[in-house]
């Protein structure tokens, strides 16, 4: 015991013959005599009672006024609204909570009660009141002026007679659980929009242009969506484990200067987040030891992984001037549109796939297709030759229709050879070109090949071609001295053309870049990354003569990006 004295109501009717009973109770409880069952009621209304000391007579009064009064404290309690309505939308009674609401709501409530009340009616069997069909509740979505959201329970009440007489209704406020569920289908729609445009419309724009119109609808849709202004996207280079920067907004370019691995400990938040792949709320980043610089005067900070097949790819990091500015809510929102966010940027890769991949199918079909037809050109070509002994005229036509099939055939087999060749490389006789001539261009390209074609090609246009077998060397050559123009092939065994293009824009800003890849997918994300810092094109193999000189003159003329 505490030392409370436990308190006892004694009805005045009680004490009659008790008295001595009633004075051993005041030895060890607080009593309190009530002369009438109403004033007990009252009191038990508004005072806590450990025992009641009544005449058998009066128990029964007094037990239901103890469940009326508990009933009204449990309705009076619980976080839902309550009330009773009638046939005509009056409200005969109604709880604290529904007391609480405004009267538009009290009156969007009470015509959806007498709407819910006729249903009801419609409905009534008398014969059977109790079976399922007619005592089924009702749920209903309330909508206040677009400005909050009720979800309601009607239930019908049924006299013995089988008729509804009033309907009870239970309400809750769903405006935050509403408003969620409308964000992440927002969300949802925005996503399936940048997936879709990136499939589809996007086809027909260079990789440069799809990752500028990609990267202006992901801040577009952070900011109107998630309200998000300041933020980065990192994809995860896997060779170097080393997150790469792609997309961001209103960050500092010394916080997106910092080089971050996907390692739990000493890269930031980004790195264990890439190296983990569970997402990171940051709610102070004075108190959290694996926050790094980032926003300038940045209180608190969220950090989700870029998942794709359930493998990170990369991280989405947003921070905020505010302590405490994200909770899960914004945690779920960024993780889903993170989702979607991995897939566009996969399908820029990806259509890299296609288009090689396609070429390359394609080359093989015709040569399969064309061989025959082929064949049976330059036969009958040869037949006719010896029929038109003399006819010098005719046999140079006929001699000119077997060397292009000669030509044609040589041309389809070098395409179906795959990316090692030059298409029309052998063609080439070469004239001074004012574009090209007295240029310094780079090639770097591990296939011996491909890379002295492409330096006589330019050679014979007036350039001056220096051709590297690696990237080491081509960032050799690109540390002593400076070029016009830099042609690197994306995929070579030290280095990728990534780290090229990054030496050759650091070292020489103005210096223009193609980049060139035969193997389909970019898992280091080099055209994505490059396409986004000043990136001329991408050159995919094989192509043609026609190709490289186009977008060689193209580079040259145009000033790069810086």
Not at 130 to 141: G, H, I, T
């Amino acid at each position: 015991m505490d030392g409370k004295r436990n308190k006892v109501l004694v009805l005045s009717s009680a004490s009659t013959g008790n008295s001595q009973a009633i004075d051993s109770l005041r030895v060890t409880c607080e009593v309190v005599e009530i002369p009438t069952i109403d004033q007990a009621i009252e009191a038990l209304r508004h005072d806590q009672f450990s025992a009641i000391f009544s005449d058998s007579a009066d128990f029964l009064p007094l037990e239901r006024a103890l469940v009326s009064q508990q009933a009204n404290l449990i309705l009076n309690t619980i976080g839902e609204g309550v009330c009773i309505v009638d046939d005509e939308a009056r409200c005969n009674w109604m709880n604290k909570k529904m007391q609480a609401w405004p009267a538009r709501v009290h009156e969007k409530i009470r015509r959806t009660c007498q709407e819910a009340f006729s249903l009801f009616s419609k409905q009534t069997s008398p014969q059977h009141p109790d079976s399922p069909a007619f005592s089924r509740s009702k749920r209903y979505v309330l909508n206040i002026d677009d400005q909050q959201f009720l979800e309601m329970i009607a239930s019908p009440v049924i006299n013995p007679a089988g008729q509804v007489v009033q309907v009870v209704a239970v309400v809750w406020d769903a405006t935050g659980t509403r408003r969620l569920q409308q964000k992440i289908d927002a969300i949802d729609r925005a996503g399936r929009e940048l997936v879709r445009l990136e499939s589809e419309a996007l086809s027909k724009l260079n990789v440069g242009q799809r990752l500028k119109l990609l990267e202006e609808k992901i801040i577009a849709f952070t900011k109107e969506l998630m309200h998000f202004d300041h933020f980065a996207i990192r994809l995860l280079d896997r060779r170097a484990n080393k997150l790469e920067m792609v997309i961001s907004s209103g960050l500092p370019n010394d916080a997106l200067n910092i080089d971050l691995f996907a390692e739990t400990e000493g890269n930031g938040i980004s790195g264990y987040v890439a190296a983990t792949g569970r997402s990171y709320i940051c709610p102070d980043v004075e108190r959290d030891p694996r926050y790094v610089f980032g926003l300038d005067q940045a209180k608190s900070s969220l950090t989700v992984p870029l998942t794709l097949h359930d493998r990170v790819i990369g991280i989405f990091n947003i921070e905020s001037r505010q302590r405490a500015a994200f909770n899960e809510d914004d945690r779920q929102f960024a993780e889903i549109f993170g989702r979607y966010v991995a897939i566009a940027l996969n399908i820029l890769d990806l259509m890299v796939v296609e288009r090689v991949s396609t070429s390359h199918t394609v080359a093989d079909t015709v040569c399969s297709e064309a061989a025959g037809p082929l064949n049976d050109i330059s036969s009958d070509a040869n037949s006719l030759m010896e029929q038109y002994i003399g006819h010098e005229e005719l046999r140079q036509k006929l001699q000119q229709i077997i060397d292009n099939v000669a030509s044609v055939r040589k041309c389809l087999t070098q395409a179906a050879e795959g990316p090692n060749t030059v298409l029309g490389a052998g063609q080439v006789k070469g004239e001074q070109d004012p574009v090209l001539a007295g240029k310094q261009i780079l090639v770097a390209d591990d296939d011996p090949n491909i890379r002295a074609t492409i330096g006589d090609i330019l050679r014979k246009y007036g350039a001056v071609a220096t051709v590297v077998g690696n990237a080491t060397e081509a960032i050799d050559q690109l540390e002593v001295r400076g070029f016009d123009l830099l042609i690197s092939d994306i995929k070579m065994p030290d280095k990728t053309g990534y780290d090229v293009f990054a030496v050759g824009r650091r070292k020489h800003p103005a210096i223009a870049v193609i980049l060139m890849t035969g193997f389909g997918y970019d898992p280091n994300h080099t055209i994505v990354r490059a396409s986004q810092e000043g990136l001329q094109a991408v050159l995919f193999k094989p192509f043609k003569v026609d190709q490289l000189l186009g977008e060689v003159r193209k580079a040259l003329q145009i000033p790069a990006a810086r």
